[in-house]
């Protein structure tokens, strides 16, 4: 046994030496990336990105950028508590400029399976709690946080629990070891920027776009800036809508149809969006 382990260190051992070690490579040439950029609305940016320079793979990624100052007022949730619609349907009901997928929903009966609040009204309580949704997204007309503290609770009348926690203060957080955390996938995930709300999509299950592991999507959010950020649902989940854009405003490449297309949205429970 002692032989049988030591033999698989040794094998492994490379590997992990070398994640570790492009980890400066990879901040890096994400940085240094050239972004293509497009003004939405007053204070809104949307930044688009297809590259091999990270982490050995292929990713597109997608980031709106919302300052917060010109636009705290605008922000919104739509939560249906018991049925599911397109990210782009419900964008399009609150006349979303710009919108994503919200937090973890029941697939089969629709409404979310975590804490929502909208507007101080309840629309959905945690079923099952989980290490998996301990973050917190929350605003009112004058500030937004994400954090785990859920004290916050009765603080705001707009809340989404989701998660696991990206980042908390400038720290990367202590993410358990499961397929969830661990294995590329989609994501959607959600950061501040000192005075900006940064909007994250990462697309997934293609050639042309590997994904990411949570341990990469919080590099990625560091990266940028982002002082505190949070993992939404992800997966087939995944989607960005922006008004006026084709294919009923989906920018990014959701997978729930199995194509490399803008046309495989899921149907959600809840989404987090911007108005005018």
Not at 172 to 181: E, P, T
Not at 256 to 263: A, G, I, L, P, T
């Amino acid at each position: 046994m002692k032989n049988s382990t030591a033999f698989l260190f040794t094998l492994l051992f490379p590997f992990i030496a070398f994640s570790q070690i492009r980890l400066p490579q990879d901040s890096l040439a994400f940085i240094q990336q050239k972004w293509q950029t497009q003004k939405v609305a007053k204070g809104v940016i949307w930044k688009n990105l297809s590259t091999t320079a990270v982490f050995n793979s292929t990713q597109i990624i997608n980031i709106i950028e919302i300052d917060l100052k010109q636009n705290q007022k605008k922000l919104g949730i739509k939560a249906l508590p018991k049925s599911r619609e397109l990210t782009s349907s419900l964008a399009k009901q609150v006349k979303a400029f710009v919108a994503i997928n919200g937090g973890f929903f029941d697939m089969k009966n629709g409404g979310a399976v975590d804490y929502i609040k909208v507007e101080n009204k309840v629309i959905n309580t945690t079923i099952n709690p989980s290490d998996r949704a301990n973050a917190f997204l929350a605003f009112d007309k004058k500030a937004t946080k994400i954090t785990s503290d859920s004290t916050i609770i009765g603080s705001y009348p707009n809340i989404i629990l989701a998660g696991p926690s990206l980042l908390t203060q400038n720290s990367r957080a202590q993410l358990s070891k499961n397929a969830f955390n661990d294995n590329r996938h989609p994501r959607t995930a959600i950061g501040l920027k000192g005075n900006k709300l940064i909007l994250i999509t990462v697309d997934g299950r293609r050639s042309q776009s590997q994904g990411m592991n949570l341990h990469e999507l919080a590099h990625i959010m560091k990266w940028y800036g982002c002082q505190d950020a949070m993992n939404l649902d992800g997966g087939g989940s995944t989607a960005m809508y922006i008004i006026n854009q084709p294919y009923n405003g989906i920018v990014n490449y959701p997978s729930d149809n199995n194509k490399f297309d803008h046309e495989g949205e899921r149907k959600v429970s809840n989404i987090i969006y911007l108005t005018n």
